[in-house]
């Protein structure tokens, strides 16, 4: 199934003239933690290419919906949007390890188990987690997770498994939770999840989306102390891509000046552990603008760059590295 489509006129943010400004100690602090290299990954969410990058296999990492395009929560950015371009579990009428197992006969090395949330904020993966051990046990396959806001048990689990990651949205403000994700929580049960993962080994992948609020930053930097705080393996940043037919399908972007800055902020306060620009932003002249800053401000990777991005890396000393999968993963 195709990719959710990006709303008419969200890529009408017009790109300043000139880039906006970076603090040269994000380069430089990226040099003295990390490689010379720049890893740009594409999972197989949806098909592509650029005149840089050819060699997308959508095969090799493919995202499973545990629960189909069904969310009890139905977030006002997504509406389950997202879900709809993932592989249909309940569909295949199969168990998890049997379609997992169909997948690796078709050449997929790793998997992304998501699905929608319960009332609670919760993927229901309990009934899958014996599948999930046999994945890892039995295929070999990698395995990422989307786990929403998983509970003691379940993070335990998660920990025995041996997953590589549990990806997990940080959300720092408690009107973004409640009127965009429809959640009765506060930022303190996010902090808590990621206490769990850390308690139980499971390796933590935080993402924060810029401009969640309805396209405001509001709780993106209470969101970055709390990652802060806890151990992760990486983090993800991503800004919001109004979706056609959701709440959010008018809403204008941060202004690329706020997302440059909160790059910046991100490489300076996290100088040792990886950042990366994950697959969701807008499209058009604006994503090319988000990549360079990305660039710039010392980020590690970015997922599905713009055409010119590799270029552009190479150009500042950085090594391009492929992979076709998820931010943070490597074969």
């Known amino acids: 199934m195709a990719p959710p489509r ?65 969310c009890a929560l139905s977030c006002a950015h997504c509406e389950t949007r997202v879900l709809e371009g993932m592989d249909d579990l309940p569909a295949s009428g199969m168990s998890l390890f049997d379609r997992c197992a169909a997948l690796e006969a078709q050449g997929a090395r790793g998997v992304l188990i998501s699905g929608g949330n319960d009332l609670r904020g919760r993927v ?65 049960d996010f902090e808590a999840m990621l206490a769990r993962l850390a308690r139980h080994g499971v390796p933590a992948v935080p993402h924060i989306v810029l401009g969640l609020h309805f396209g405001k930053m509001r709780g993106e930097y209470h969101a970055l102390e709390m990652v802060a705080r806890h151990a992760r393996r990486l983090l993800v940043l991503v800004v919001l891509m ?3 037919g959701t709440a959010m399908a008018g809403v204008t972007p941060p202004p690329i000046e706020q997302i440059a800055s909160f790059f910046s902020l991100a490489r300076l306060t996290l100088p040792d552990t990886p950042v990366m620009l994950g697959c969701a932003r807008p499209l058009g002249s604006l994503k090319a ?33 492929f992979t076709n999968a998820c931010c943070g993963v490597t074969w």
């Not at 933690?33 to 098909?47: E, M, Q, T, V």
């Not at 379940?154 to 403000?173: K, N, P, Q, S, Y």
């Not at 800053?293 to 150009?315: F, H, M, S, T």
């Open 289 to 321: 603008e988000i990549d360079r800053a990305a660039v710039d401000a010392g980020l590690n990777g970015i997922a599905y760059p713009a055409e010119g991005i590799v270029g552009y890396a190479q150009a500042r000393g950085l090594q391009p590295v």
């Open 124 to 188: 229901p993966l309990r009934p899958h987690l014996a599948d999930l051990r046999r994945v890892r046990e039995e295929l070999g396959m990698l395995v990422r997770v989307h786990p929403g806001l998983p509970d003691d048990e379940t993070c335990e689990a998660l920990g025995a498994i041996g997953i590589d990651g549990a990806m997990v949205d940080v959300i720092g403000d408690v009107d973004t939770i409640r009127e965009v994700y429809h959640l009765d929580s506060q930022p303190a």
């Open 242 to 244: 109004p979706l056609s």
């Open 6 to 70: 990006p709303a008419e006129g969200s890529t009408a943010a017009v790109a300043p003239a000139t880039a906006p400004q970076i603090d040269p100690a994000c380069m430089a602090l990226r040099r003295q933690h990390f490689a010379d290299r720049i890893d740009f990954h594409a999972p197989g969410l949806k098909r592509y290419a650029t005149s840089e990058y050819r060699g997308h296999d959508c095969a090799e990492f493919v995202a499973i919906s545990l629960t189909g395009s069904a």
